[in-house]
């Protein structure tokens, strides 16, 4: 028998609109299987020490600001990298900034507050041995580098 | 105890008694010493195990009026039909020949399979209706509570120089505990709870344990870990029941049913708030209550209590105040199912002494 060309042409639409179809289903049956799979993460509960409060202006108080000789203040200013060598919990800012004064090595700090939003970053003081070129706005961090810097 | 239908004093000469089965000073049941406001220093002794079968083998031996018989399950037990009588029980040995053993007109029967196997013998009894033995009020199983665990749920800083109170010296091994005051335990209204504080180093990865430890303490302090263990208020919903499949012995299996409620954790919450409270107005120390441990991670502590309650209202339990089950002259139960609350204390101390006590009571029969 010879095929018409309408024939043909019938035949090769239904092959497409058959695929078309079995795609369509087999792409969103994936997609109902792998939202069902979606694991969310629950934050962990935030700890609760229970506190004075002479203990919470105590700590408070190491977040203020403190003037230096030797260095430039930047308050809200997260220094990004610069070749971190030393990470320490501090009691506040002014031991930072005493750490990075006495020691040569010390171009540039950050020091993040106690209400950083990380516990385990909470009062660190970072020295640094350059001052880094890439800086962030944050209202939880105060930087500062050496004068002429 | 409240609750209960006896008291403590009820129980007090048979605590003193369990204390002699189980080789340990009675020292132990009533020492106690001030910890902070509204908690006292209650340690818990956890003295090896006695083995009954080694360290009391010669008394069975000797014996003539106990009989031990190893390797046979109880699977059903019998009643007559007017059900105030149990007349005889299912026995299947190892070997699966399972036999019927008839009671004499003055024997009792005390069940003492634990705090899920006396619900599961009672409820597997169906004795020729559709009532299990014991059950007519649809109690056993029910009441089920455990004693849920927090571990690491708190984290106490004090003083180098501090030190729990000593102990008498034939305290012996414990684990150091503090429980809320009767006192503040009346005030709350609320469930029991002990706290376990175990000594370990200053973490100064946390910047407010950095804090207490070296500026407030000038450097030279200590910390403890502490652990919940609290009380499960009864609840009829928590319970044990019948499910599909057998045991080897052909007792039907059991699902459980055991939510640990908000009441519970809540509880442990409050208590530790105003311990940590306590110790900072006094500045004895700071506390840190970890959410996470106590609100997500909760453990068993492996004392399953409760299924076959004490009552004097046969409508909400399952046995008297003499273990008897009620409407039945020579039926009891022994073990921690009896329990009408859970305390936080480990059972088995309230468990030989209800025993020692139900002893007395047969012998009073007899």
Same mark, same amino acid.
């Given at each position: 028998?010879r095929?018409?060309? =309408?024939?043909?042409?019938?035949?090769l639409?239904?092959?497409?609109?058959g695929?078309?179809?079995?795609?369509?289903?087999?792409?969103?049956?994936?997609y109902? !299987?792998?939202?069902?799979? =979606?694991?969310?993460?629950?934050?962990? @509960?935030q700890?609760d020490?229970?506190?004075?409060?002479?203990?919470?202006?105590?700590?408070?108080?190491?977040?203020?600001? !403190?003037?230096?000789?030797t260095?430039?203040? @930047?308050?809200?200013?997260?220094?990004?990298?610069?070749?971190?060598?030393?990470?320490?919990r501090?009691?506040?800012?002014?031991?930072?900034?005493?750490?990075?004064?006495?020691?040569?090595?010390?171009?540039?700090?950050?020091?993040?507050?106690?209400?950083h939003? @990380?516990?385990?970053?909470?009062?660190?003081?970072?020295?640094?041995?350059?001052?880094?070129?890439?800086?962030?706005?944050?209202?939880?961090h105060?930087?500062?580098?050496? @004068?002429g810097? | 105890?409240?609750?209960? *239908?006896?008291?403590?004093?009820?129980?007090? %000469?048979?605590?003193v008694?369990a204390?002699?089965?189980?080789?340990?000073? *009675?020292?132990?049941?009533?020492f106690?010493? %001030?910890?902070?406001?509204?908690f006292?220093?209650r340690?818990?002794?956890?003295?090896?195990?006695?083995?009954?079968?080694?360290?009391?083998?010669?008394?069975?031996?000797?014996?003539?009026?106990i009989?031990?018989v190893l390797?046979?399950?109880?699977?059903?037990? &019998?009643?007559?039909?007017?059900?105030?009588?149990?007349?005889?029980?299912?026995?299947?040995p190892?070997?699966?020949?399972?036999?019927q053993?008839?009671?004499r *007109?003055?024997?009792?029967?005390?069940?003492?399979?634990?705090? #899920?196997?006396?619900?599961?013998?009672?409820?597997?009894s169906?004795?020729?209706?559709?009532?299990?033995?014991?059950?007519?009020?649809?109690?056993?199983?029910?009441?089920l509570m455990?004693?849920?665990?927090?571990?690491?749920?708190?984290r106490?800083?004090?003083p180098? +120089?501090?030190?729990?109170?000593?102990?008498p010296?034939?305290?012996?091994?414990?684990?150091?505990?503090?429980v %809320?005051?009767?006192?503040?335990?009346?005030?709350?209204?609320?469930?029991?709870?002990?706290?376990?504080?175990?000594e370990?180093d200053?973490?100064?990865?946390?910047?407010?344990?950095n804090?207490?430890?070296?500026?407030?303490?000038?450097?030279?302090?200590?910390?403890f870990?502490?652990?919940?263990?609290?009380? #499960?208020?009864?609840?009829?919903?928590?319970?044990?029941?019948l499910?599909?499949?057998?045991? *080897?012995a052909g007792?039907? &299996?059991?699902?459980?049913?055991?939510?640990?409620?908000?009441?519970?954790?809540?509880?442990?919450?409050?208590?530790?708030g105003? #311990?940590g409270?306590?110790?900072?107005?006094?500045?004895?120390?700071?506390?840190?209550?970890?959410?996470?441990a106590?609100?997500?991670?909760?453990e068993?502590?492996?004392? +399953? #209590?409760? +299924?076959?309650?004490?009552?004097?209202n046969?409508?909400?339990?399952?046995?008297?105040?003499?273990?008897?089950?009620h409407?039945?002259?020579?039926?009891?139960?022994?073990g921690?199912?009896?329990?009408?609350?859970?305390?936080?204390?480990? %059972?088995t101390?309230?468990i030989?002494a209800?025993? +020692?006590?139900?002893?007395?009571?047969?012998?009073?029969?007899?």
């Amino acid at each position: 028998m010879r095929l018409s060309r =309408r024939r043909v042409l019938a035949s090769l639409g239904g092959f497409v609109a058959g695929g078309a179809l079995a795609t369509s289903t087999v792409l969103g049956y994936r997609y109902y !299987v792998r939202s069902q799979r =979606r694991i969310v993460v629950r934050p962990p @509960l935030q700890d609760d020490w229970i506190l004075t409060v002479a203990d919470r202006e105590a700590i408070a108080a190491g977040d203020k600001l !403190v003037n230096s000789d030797t260095l430039e203040i @930047l308050d809200n200013i997260d220094f990004l990298g610069g070749g971190d060598y030393s990470s320490t919990r501090v009691s506040g800012l002014g031991e930072c900034i005493e750490a990075c004064e006495v020691d040569t090595r010390c171009q540039a700090f950050t020091f993040a507050r106690s209400n950083h939003l @990380l516990p385990r970053k909470r009062q660190m003081c970072w020295l640094k041995a350059e001052t880094p070129k890439r800086t962030v706005s944050s209202i939880t961090h105060v930087s500062g580098r050496r @004068l002429g810097n | 105890m409240k609750s209960w *239908p006896l008291t403590r004093n009820d129980l007090e %000469p048979y605590y003193v008694a369990a204390t002699e089965f189980l080789r340990i000073d *009675p020292v132990i049941l009533n020492f106690q010493a %001030p910890f902070t406001t509204g908690f006292d220093y209650r340690p818990f002794s956890v003295r090896q195990p006695i083995r009954v079968s080694v360290d009391y083998a010669e008394a069975f031996e000797s014996s003539d009026s106990i009989h031990v018989v190893l390797g046979v399950s109880i699977t059903n037990l &019998l009643a007559n039909e007017g059900r105030t009588r149990v007349t005889g029980f299912t026995a299947v040995p190892l070997s699966n020949d399972a036999r019927q053993v008839t009671l004499r *007109p003055a024997q009792h029967l005390v069940l003492a399979a634990g705090g #899920m196997g006396n619900a599961q013998i009672l409820l597997n009894s169906q004795s020729g209706s559709d009532v299990a033995v014991g059950n007519e009020n649809d109690q056993v199983g029910r009441f089920l509570m455990e004693h849920p665990h927090n571990y690491n749920c708190g984290r106490a800083v004090m003083p180098a +120089t501090f030190r729990l109170p000593a102990r008498p010296a034939k305290f012996g091994v414990h684990v150091d505990a503090v429980v %809320p005051s009767d006192a503040l335990f009346e005030q709350m209204g609320k469930i029991d709870v002990s706290f376990s504080m175990n000594e370990v180093d200053i973490n100064t990865d946390d910047n407010i344990e950095n804090y207490v430890a070296n500026q407030l303490m000038g450097g030279d302090a200590t910390a403890f870990n502490i652990t919940a263990r609290a009380e #499960m208020p009864p609840d009829p919903n928590n319970r044990v029941e019948l499910t599909f499949g057998k045991d *080897p012995a052909g007792l039907s &299996l059991l699902k459980t049913t055991c939510v640990v409620s908000a009441d519970t954790m809540l509880s442990v919450d409050d208590y530790l708030g105003i #311990m940590g409270q306590n110790l900072a107005d006094s500045g004895l120390g700071r506390l840190r209550i970890d959410n996470d441990a106590l609100y997500f991670r909760i453990e068993g502590g492996g004392h +399953t #209590m409760g +299924t076959t309650r004490m009552g004097e209202n046969a409508h909400n339990s399952v046995v008297d105040g003499n273990c008897r089950v009620h409407g039945y002259d020579n039926l009891y139960v022994a073990g921690s199912s009896v329990f009408t609350t859970g305390g936080f204390a480990n %059972p088995t101390l309230t468990i030989v002494a209800l025993a +020692t006590r139900l002893g007395d009571h047969l012998a009073d029969l007899a």
